[in-house]
């Protein structure tokens, strides 16, 4: 199956179940003869006469509720911390809770939820696409263009998962977690808007102002 929507790891998990069913299939009459058996003798003795590879395909249904069509949950708060005089941002602090089911590899998932994070919290504050006027692309490296690095990442950062909340749509009680917390970066652009805002109050500027996105 191809890669979309942060489909990979269900979809690579669910053809890798069905090649150890068409496994398990051709082991049956060892196990029925052999009860008692370690798994590794078992194997040691069926592989004589069974092949041991299996190929296992799946594509997800286009009908409900076996098309993948699921929500995923997520909640974040940051705290961050601006110079004034320079623009300089320090995230001090970011806090997700995220509802990834009943995680496949909690560590990895992890890792992805952190990541996707990082990823929107460079769209909403530091990556902006230039072209001029004969629709040249301006910031074609990183001189000009300027993704996050790991000083980018919050000093402290905190990632949870919604507990006891299997989904019955995905594989194993799983939700995907490649992609989805990038829409919970935004929680860094409110919090540079709400630094700005307390700081200008101080000078006694407390007017509307609009901040925008690169």
């Not at 069974?50 to 395909?57: D, E, H, K, P, W």
Request: hydrophobic fraction near 40%; glycine fraction near 8%.
């Amino acid at each position: 199956r191809a890669s979309n929507g942060s489909s990979t790891s269900e979809a690579c998990s669910q053809a890798a179940l069905e090649a150890c069913k068409i496994l398990n299939e051709r082991l049956k009459p060892y196990k029925l003869l052999n009860p008692n058996l370690e798994w590794v003798d078992l194997i040691r003795l069926a592989a004589v006469s069974v092949n041991l590879s299996a190929t296992g395909f799946y594509y997800p249904s286009p009908d409900p509720p076996l098309n993948g069509a699921y929500f995923i949950w997520s909640a974040a708060v940051s705290l961050v911390e601006i110079d004034v005089l320079t623009g300089e941002l320090t995230i001090l602090r970011s806090d997700i809770v995220y509802d990834a089911g009943q995680p496949l590899n909690p560590t990895i998932d992890i890792g992805q939820v952190e990541g996707s994070f990082v990823m929107g919290y460079g769209d909403v504050t530091s990556e902006q696409v230039v072209y001029n006027h004969r629709g040249e692309l301006l910031t074609a490296g990183t001189w000009e263009y300027k993704p996050p690095c790991s000083k980018s990442i919050p000093i402290e950062f905190n990632v949870s998962f919604l507990d006891k909340a299997p989904n019955p749509l995905g594989f194993l009680g799983s939700k995907a977690s490649g992609e989805p917390a990038v829409d919970v970066a935004p929680a860094v652009f409110f919090a540079i808007k709400a630094a700005i805002s307390a700081a200008r109050e101080e000078t006694g500027d407390c007017e509307f102002f609009r901040l925008d996105c690169p």
